[in-house]
């Protein structure tokens, strides 16, 4: 099986004044499709550089890295842009949305792109709504949503594509507990119908979700380790009752 993500000695470098910063150094690592892996590490270990070379939003000083047996590196920029579009989807911790654009509307975004016509492509959106369970909100502009259903927004935007991967950067930091596990929850049904993730995460509670755990520190790999992960849904059942939903 092609793994979906191989590199060899990732290295990225920034020039700093007369010297350089080394964010990330020598990382060679393989996922297979349909995983479900946390990057953990402080601020500055490297973990965000990672995520943004895996998503083709920077370059690599040094070493390869393959997403689904296609070697990033050569490609151009348009070929990149295509890449993206067709197998990444991703996830910010500030969501990132539209604020005079409705939730149909943002999610429809990344098909524009691609130049679908506008009736399939809302078609799309409107079932990736559904699918975060927000088919009676697919009309309310960011600001008439909660933190959560903004969140979930932005997954359906992600998934609209069906990419391989969903690249999530602290997805579940600007939100409260409950919301995150909801949040963790939608990941791992996404995951069992064999959407790839990869999430960035400084918070051992949100890694526990995950199968498999990189930890960084001072732009090196120092741990791969794999575990049973936790039940996302099962812990938010286990909550004391709220006043209000996600």
Do not use: W
Not at 162 to 168: C, E, F, G
Not at 212 to 237: C, S
Request: proline residues 4%; glycine residues 8%.
């Amino acid at each position: 099986m092609t793994a979906l993500i191989e590199t060899t000695g990732l290295t990225k470098h920034y020039p700093a004044g007369e010297g350089v910063v080394v964010a990330l150094q020598d990382v060679s690592l393989s996922i297979a499709p349909g995983r479900f892996v946390a990057a953990m590490g402080p601020s500055g270990s490297g973990k965000s550089t990672f995520l943004n070379l895996i998503g083709c939003l920077d370059r690599a000083t040094r070493g390869s890295y393959r997403l689904m047996g296609e070697e990033v590196e050569v490609l151009s920029h348009d070929r990149l842009a295509d890449l993206r579009s067709r197998r990444l989807g991703f996830v910010f911790q500030s969501f990132n949305l539209l604020p005079r654009a409705d939730a149909l509307a943002n999610v429809e975004l990344p098909l524009i792109y691609r130049g679908m016509p506008r009736r399939q492509r809302r078609e799309r959106a409107a079932a990736a709504l559904a699918a975060v369970g927000l088919s009676d909100r697919m009309h309310h502009r960011p600001t008439q949503l909660s933190g959560g259903q903004q969140q979930r927004v932005a997954i359906a935007r992600a998934i609209v594509g069906s990419p391989d991967l969903i690249l999530a950067d602290e997805p579940t930091g600007a939100l409260d507990t409950r919301t995150g596990l909801s949040i963790m929850a939608l990941f791992q049904a996404l995951n069992r119908d064999g959407v790839g993730i990869l999430m960035v995460t400084h918070d051992a509670d949100v890694a526990r979700f995950a199968e498999r755990v990189l930890r960084f520190r001072d732009g090196r790999l120092i741990a791969d380790e794999t575990q049973t992960p936790a039940d996302a849904a099962a812990a938010l059942a286990a909550l004391p009752e709220a006043d209000a939903a996600a």
